[in-house]
């Protein structure tokens, strides 16, 4: 099982980024898929989650109403749209297979990160 995020990096206050999760060694479209994050000092946090099918999304408090979550089937591909983003954003992003927890806890990819800062 291999997760590989991207697409991370330095943004301003209000900007925009869109993570990707290419996803390997299991079947993809029978899982839920999640992404989380983890800031210096903090646990790791579920930010959205998206069923198999991409019918069902759930959030995070914080991130309701900026972020999206999506997938891509043919693609094994997860993809975490942000938009408006805050200082607090700032964290490692990771992705992982399931919609209420990680299916596959040791094995976290490298995860990528998102830094807001002026």
């Known amino acids: 099982v291999r997760f590989v995020e991207s697409g991370g990096g330095l943004v301003q206050p209000g900007g925009s980024l869109r993570l990707s999760c290419l996803a390997s060694?299991?079947?993809?479209?029978?899982?839920?898929m999640s992404w989380y994050r983890q800031a210096p000092e903090k646990a790791r946090e579920l930010v959205a989650a998206?069923?198999?099918?991409?019918?069902?999304?759930k959030y995070a408090d914080s991130v309701k109403g900026r972020f999206t979550i999506s997938r891509d089937n043919a693609k094994n591909t997860v993809y975490l749209q942000m938009n408006s983003l805050k200082p607090e954003d700032t964290a490692v992003y990771y992705c992982?297979?399931?919609?209420?927890?990680?299916?596959?806890?040791?094995?976290w990819g490298q995860g990528t990160q998102v830094t807001v800062s002026s």
């Open positions: 992982n297979a399931g919609f209420s927890r990680a299916w596959y806890p040791d094995s």
């Open positions: 060694g299991f079947t993809f479209g029978a899982y839920g």
């Open positions: 998206i069923s198999s099918a991409g019918g069902s999304t």
